[in-house]
T-cell receptor, first 111, second 112 residues
């Protein structure tokens, strides 16, 4: 069974204090790994797709990386507006197009 | 270009009642997936519709059913509501064969 584990569950940072969120996964084969941002009471908003180990993607203060067993979302010099829940999802290879989501990391950035 | 539209945004129902949630996919998307997200949890897959057929289903009871219309819009129906059905229900649309989802803002269902 596909499994996605995100850590930590919650993270509090001071503005400007860089950190990383982790997404470890167990799948029979990885088609792609997705990162989403979710604001309270809203639907997830797409951030990045990673397809192969060693791949990196960047967007503003966010940088996502991928290895064979985990992905990291690095947040550099975060601002209060980066506060949200960050979700990781993995698409397995094979006939299923259904991704498995982790429980997310709730990030709060204090001014 | 409108994204995924869900209605209603909020809903309060009584135990035992039935509810219908609606979703219009993003323009150009032909596949609709429904997710249930309890507070503090990740989205849990309910089912996916393509070409008006249920293509895949998650681990949800038969009380949860759906439909997709010729214009690709979709409905999620839940019968005999339980308190545990209270959650944010998310609709996600995609293009068949692709792996990117676009989510709607969700419907917050409260069962009392």
């Amino acid at each position: 069974e596909d499994q996605v584990t995100q850590s930590p569950e919650a993270l509090r940072l001071q503005e400007g204090e860089s950190s990383s969120l982790n997404c470890s996964y167990t799948v029979s084969g990885l088609r792609g790994l997705f990162w989403y941002r979710q604001d309270p009471g809203k639907g997830p908003e797409f951030l990045f797709t990673l397809y192969s180990a060693g791949e990196e993607k960047e967007k503003e203060r966010l940088k996502a990386t991928l290895t064979k067993k985990e992905s990291f979302l690095h947040i550099t010099a975060p601002k209060p507006e980066d506060s949200a829940t960050y979700l990781c999802a993995v698409h397995p290879s094979g006939g299923s197009y259904i991704p498995t989501f982790g429980r997310g990391t709730s990030l709060i950035v204090h001014p | 270009d409108a994204g995924v539209t869900q209605s209603p945004t909020h809903l309060i129902k009584t135990r035992g009642q039935q509810v219908t949630l609606r979703c219009s996919p993003k323009s150009g998307h032909d596949t609709v997936s429904w997710y249930q997200q309890a507070l503090g949890q990740g989205p849990q897959f309910i089912f996916q519709y393509y070409e008006e057929e249920e293509r895949q289903r998650g681990n949800f009871p038969d009380r949860f059913s759906g439909h997709q219309f010729p214009n690709y819009s979709s409905e999620l129906n839940v019968n005999a509501l339980l308190l545990g059905d209270s959650a944010l229900y998310l609709c996600a649309s995609s293009v068949t064969g692709a792996y990117g989802y676009t989510f709607g803002s969700g419907t917050r269902l409260t069962v009392v």
